[in-house]
Nanobody, 124 residues
């Protein structure tokens, strides 16, 4: 089993930045691909970013390229999502997910483990 705990969410003004963290425990984090997804009120969960076991390749939702950056520190069993120039429409619960396959994927059905999520609220 893998346990994932997200942190770093909160309230931020539009144009601001946040960095989300996801700490993993339980199994060999460094061999897993990791992803971030989000779900806004009344909407379906959507892909945000993903990173392979070694740090590359990475994938991003087209609409988020240039503003969001995913990274990982295998020594700390942690994956990060740096978000900048935040917009009101980025408001959502952000979820971290782990895939036992080492290569990143944008498909949420491929992920085996999920965190509880962290709320990000962007005020306009």
């Amino acid at each position: 089993q893998v346990q994932l705990v997200e942190s770093g969410g909160g309230l931020v003004q539009a144009g601001g930045s946040l960095r989300l963290s996801c700490a993993a425990s339980g199994r060999t984090f460094s061999t897993f691909a990791m992803g971030w997804f989000r779900q806004a009120p009344g909407k379906e969960r959507e892909f945000v970013a993903a990173i392979s076991w070694s740090g590359g390749p990475t994938y991003y939702a087209d609409s988020l390229k240039g503003r969001f950056t995913i990274s990982r520190d295998n020594a700390k069993n942690t994956v990060y999502l740096q978000m900048k120039t935040l917009k009101f429409e980025d408001t959502a619960v952000y979820y971290c997910a782990a895939d036992e396959n080492p290569w990143a994927t944008m498909r949420d059905v491929e992920y085996d483990y999920w965190g509880q999520g962290t709320q990000v609220t962007v005020s306009s």
